[in-house]
Structures are given as C-alpha cells and as structure tokens.
T-cell receptor, first 112, second 116 residues
Framework: NAGVTQTPKFRVLKTGQSMTLLCAQD?????MYWYRQDPGMGLRLIHY???????AKGEVPDGYNVSRLKKQNFLLGLESAAPSQTSVYFC???????????FGPGTRLTVT | GESVGLHLPTLSVQEGDNSIINCAYS??????FIWYKQESGKGPQFIID?????DKRQGQRVTVLLNKTVKHLSLQIAATQPGDSAVYFC???????????????FGQGTILTVHP
C-alpha cells in the first residue's frame, strides 16, 4: 500500500512552458486535493475533486487545470507556467468529506 | 476572512522536555481540528485530531487541548525526542454538512527543534 504518490519530485520550467503533475492513491479514496505550499503562506487549496469525473475550484485556482478521469488519479496541469507558480505542490486524498487527509511527498516546481 | 494562526513560529527544546505548540483560530463554525507534522522534504503527516464537542484528546505522547471560549488549540508533546523536530501545522475544518466538501484551512506552521 503506497498511499499517495506524486510524480515528478522536482521540475524546472521556463516561463510559458506547460506541464502536468500526477497524483495517484491506492486507498480507494473518493476525495482528492491539490495544494501549494509557499513560505509563510501555509497550504492553500488549488483544486479538489469529490469523485471520479468531478473537479472544483479551491482558493487559488487561477493558472491551473485539473482532471480526474480515474478514481485513483488526480492530474494538475499548468498550461503556461509563470514564476509566481514556483512552489511546492502537495496532493492529498480522503475517504470521506469530513475525513482525515493523507498527503503525498510533494513536487518542487521552479519556474524561471 | 477566517484564518488559523500560530503564536510562535519557532520553538527550541531540549531532548526529554515537554513541548507545547499553540494555535489560534477565528472561525467559530469550525467543528474539527487536526494537527499535522511535516518533516523536511516530506508531506504533512496526521498526528491527532479533535472535534469541537471535546476539550482534550490524548494519543501516544501527544495531547491536543481545545479551548472554544478563547478559540485556542494546543499540541503537547511529552518527552520530546530529536525525531520530533519538524514543522507542526494546525488545521481547522468547518462543519462538513450540506454542500461543503470539508475544506481544511491551515495555519502557517511552527518549527520545532529538539536539541540532544
């Protein structure tokens, strides 16, 4: 049981490039989340999903898109990366709406 | 807006001492609180949680206290060990009924350093 995994672990992009971050969970959780973590800002929710085929915006959705085509996977896309998107990105999942969230190890993204 | 904050951004203790990490919250509608531990280069890890109908909950070497009167949450770690060195986050969750998905609002974190 790997829990929540994220790929890649590190990435450097140039402004304007695009990329997709992959999150996978093997706990059969319905709910999945993407957060970004910046110094002094805590964790901020980008997008979330309450089940396969559904997505919704969080606190800071601009510049990101997501897809949940399979229950176990939640993809975060950056269509045109900007330096302001330099951050550490965490994916999380939970079994229920009010349940504990399990986090992945994070992806460190730098946009130059 | 509503927020969760921490009184102390850093805390240094000696191995074997007890540690207390504090958190203030402002959302009176929050009914569930979680403490997470985040080690360097890793994702947050669940430590302990407490619901608003309780004022104390104990785990293994950890205790969470909730004071709803002053909207204050604390995490106590007994006999702190070097392996406890990490960033500790509190998070609050508003009542997850209705259309709410159970949004977590995180504090900024306290850095705990344990000296051997």
């Amino acid at each position: 049981n790997a829990g929540v995994t994220q790929t890649p672990k590190f990435r450097v992009l140039k402004t304007g490039q695009s990329m997709t971050l992959l999150c996978a969970q093997d706990m059969n959780h319905e709910y999945m989340y993407w957060y970004r973590q910046d110094p002094g800002m805590g964790l901020r929710l980008i997008h979330y999903s309450v089940g396969e085929g559904t997505t919704a915006k969080g606190e800071v959705p601009d510049g990101y898109n997501v897809s949940r085509l399979k229950k176990q996977n939640f993809l975060l896309g950056l269509e045109s990366a900007a330096p302001s998107q330099t951050s550490v990105y965490f994916c999380a999942s939970s079994y229920s709406r009010g349940g504990e969230q399990y986090f992945g190890p994070g992806t460190r993204l730098t946009v130059t | 807006g509503e927020s969760v904050g921490l009184h102390l951004p850093t805390l240094s203790v000696q191995e074997g001492d007890n540690s207390i990490i504090n958190c203030a919250y402002s959302n009176s509608a929050s009914d569930y609180f979680i403490w997470y531990k985040q080690e360097s280069g890793k994702g947050p890890q669940f430590i302990i949680d407490i619901r608003s109908n309780m004022d104390k909950r104990q785990g293994q070497r950890v205790t969470v206290l909730l004071n709803k009167t002053v909207k204050h949450l604390s995490l106590q770690i007994a006999a702190t060990q070097p392996g406890d060195s990490a960033v500790y986050f509190c998070a609050e969750k508003m009542n997850a009924g209705g259309t709410s998905y159970g949004k977590l609002t995180f504090g900024q974190g306290t850095i705990l350093t344990v000296h051997p």
